[in-house]
């Protein structure tokens, strides 16, 4: 239902991003780059998650030599992450890196630019040019206002998309990034009527997970709800894989990821509920937890929206005055008491 | 930054519905409405969380009974939840609730209707006409599309709002809720496109709050980046505090609600990183866990972002290796080791 803007489509190693592409998660190892057997264990506890490019940052030249062993030793398109130093970006792209990211608030130099391109091309590689609020020069003062940063920060993205586009570079990659949602959707909503290059989308900075993911999912939901964003990468402090869980349940929530196991339909319980709905779902969501078929399973408190949600679900459990209603594919085949529910909806769960 | 949707103006007791009023959170209780003590402990507990309206469940006549009770001890405007019954609907209205809810799909009958749009006009409070996907009997049947449900929501909230409008009765909020995101956020898009009422916004069903949170934040999220939407409701099974909670991380993203006390501001971390950014964010958190000033508080890892996000904050600590650089409005004050930076952060703190 959603309408992806049209962009050009570009190559990320064995992934293509853009346009009817499907949107790819993409995080960032958080451990020393050099301690390679540590870097490649947390590259595939991503893909585990369901990341489908890992990015890596190489500050000194022993990162981008521990980079190309990664490399070599992992399933998915690295991306390396490069400020400040144009010989990282091309000890990056020789080590194979199967695209960069280039922040144009670290990274100026024109010549320098246009010897990461040769390089790119040469590899056939893309490049991200990654503009990020508070690397702007510009806005490094306080009390600049919401519309003058997003104009800095596009006018930046501007002039460096010239740079690549007068050496006929186009495996281009978008983002700009800010820690407050507002900028985020409005800087991104312009790139998109700016450019027709693939977009990542995040919200950067956002905080511990517990602060980061509400801010996140209205940012890059909003945007993806708009058919903007080609990749997305959550920003939380702390593990990568609760970056790519929240990454994963935002692209679900808008259909734009298959949901990969039993979707838990609980109602919220009110002072109607005569069942005690969040023991029985606790109940049910432990019990399903190795189930990998994409089933959808309600427990609902009462009569109201009980048999609606069960009409709709492929197993339901409804309550009523200490019983239960067992339902399988919307026809109610049991009535149980509430010690009963939960193994009665399990037995139902065998059929599947 | 957001430009809210043009609607009537609908009071709800003290507070204020539709176009340029804040949005208002709101939540449900779930404990037995006839156990007031409880009922209104919790009704407090909500209010202390920042809930701004609070929806009780009256299936019996007990609960009608008990409303009256809970309203005369309660500072906020209380919503009266109705399903199937009018008498539950005239018997709320008569106890002095703000505002009930109808659900169309369980109360059909015009002279029912008419009954219920009288006592609220007699008694001028105002009606929800709170459309439940799961309610309506068109769909209680598997696999019905996307598109001939959300017709079959709006058809349904066309013709219940015909009977008031038929009556002069314009004190209306309007909903229409889905257990998908999508869904949600489309028939809200065509509700707003239709009505000038006020909206209430709820992704319903949710699931338990590990679940609910992100597709509630997308949907809600997105809608309100639109300018759609005068109240939310976050639901999700559990303690109903974790809903507003919820539903306030929301609207502070999108600047809908001022920020009520210190933000944390922290790098995601990644292999550029010397200093252990987690713990020392963690250790500031619960330091300024009682501090109940907006400051903007910023925990980077490196150079890359630190500098310029300290420049936006009231307070930063900025990482270097084994060291840290701390910033008090965007100027440099100190140089520490690692395992002073807190206490040298919060000694900033201290100044304000």
């Not at 960032?28 to 050099?34: E, S």
Request: aromatic fraction near 4%; glycine fraction near 6%.
């Amino acid at each position: 239902m959603i309408n992806r803007r049209k962009t050009k489509t570009v190559n990320v190693g064995s992934i293509k991003l853009g346009y009817k592409n499907p949107v790819v998660i993409q995080s960032m190892t958080k451990v020393p780059t050099v301690d390679t057997p540590w870097c490649i264990r947390q590259v595939n506890q991503l893909i585990q998650a369901g990341c489908q490019l890992v990015r890596i940052a190489v500050p000194r030249r022993a990162d981008t030599l521990a980079l190309a062993e990664i490399i070599r030793k992992v399933k998915v398109p690295i991306i390396a992450d490069v400020h400040f130093s144009p010989d990282r970006a091309i000890e990056a792209i020789e080590a194979g890196a199967a695209k960069i990211r280039l922040n144009p608030g670290n990274i100026k130099k024109r010549e320098d630019i246009r010897r990461i391109i040769d390089a790119a091309k040469m590899h056939r590689i893309a490049i991200r040019i990654g503009v990020n609020e508070a690397s702007i020069a510009d806005y490094q003062k306080r009390q600049v206002p919401t519309q003058r940063r997003i104009a800095l920060m596009l006018k930046e993205m501007k002039k460096y998309v010239r740079i690549f586009e007068d050496r006929n570079f186009d495996r281009l990659v978008l983002s700009a990034k800010s820690s407050d949602a507002l900028r985020t959707i409005e800087i991104n909503r312009m790139i998109a009527a700016t450019f027709d290059y693939p977009i990542h989308l995040g919200l950067t900075h956002a905080g511990l997970p517990e602060d980061a993911r509400i801010p996140s999912a209205v940012s890059l939901g909003t945007l993806l709800a708009e058919g903007i964003g080609d990749t997305i990468r959550v920003s939380a402090a702390g593990n990568p894989v609760d970056e790519t869980i929240i990454a994963r349940q935002i692209l679900t929530a808008l259909g734009l990821r298959e949901k990969s196991g039993p979707e838990l339909v609980v109602c919220p319980t009110c002072g109607r509920t005569e069942i005690d709905v969040i023991k029985l779902a606790r109940r049910v969501q432990k019990a399903i937890r190795r189930v990998d078929k994409p089933l959808r399973i309600a427990v609902m408190g009462c009569i109201v929206n009980g048999p609606g949600e069960a009409a709709d679900a492929d197993l339901a459990l409804c309550g009523g005055k200490n019983k239960a209603y067992i339902y399988r594919k919307g026809r109610r085949v049991s009535i149980v008491p509430e010690s009963e529910a939960v193994t009665a909806l399990l037995n139902q769960l065998q059929k599947f």
